[in-house]
């Protein structure tokens, strides 16, 4: 099975930017998506960003204009570069790959990394 690794979390003022990073133990083409979810403490996991095996990207309304997804297939590494960041945005982030379903006709999740922890001082 596909291992997913996330790094690049830690403490950032108010107003300040991190680079995340998700590495993939093999290739990401054999995904149709790659997405980014959190979860804050005592909250549920929101979707964050996804990007297509084609380059699409789709960002939630909350991080559209502050956070942009990307990746590198040569590097098998998807990013989340994040500015402008909030207290709200303080939560655990993980990678994840993903499949597109007909059945519920959106992208389902199908492996995740152990995440990497992300705090917005206050």
């Known amino acids: 099975q596909v291992q997913l690794v996330e790094s690049g979390g830690g403490l950032v003022q108010t107003g300040g930017s991190l680079r995340l990073s998700c590495a993939a133990s093999g290739s990401i083409f054999s995904y149709d998506a790659m997405g980014w979810y959190r979860q804050a403490l005592g909250k549920p996991r929101e979707f964050v960003a996804r990007?297509?095996?084609?380059?699409?990207?789709n960002l939630a309304d909350s991080v559209k204009g502050r956070f942009t997804i990307s990746r590198d297939n040569a590097r098998n590494t998807v990013y989340l570069e994040m500015s402008s960041l909030n207290s709200e945005d303080t939560a655990v982030y993980s990678c994840a790959t993903m499949m597109y379903s007909d059945v519920f006709s959106d992208y389902v999740t199908r492996n995740w990394g152990q995440g990497t922890q992300v705090t917005v001082s206050s």
């Open positions: 990007i297509t095996s084609g380059g699409y990207t």
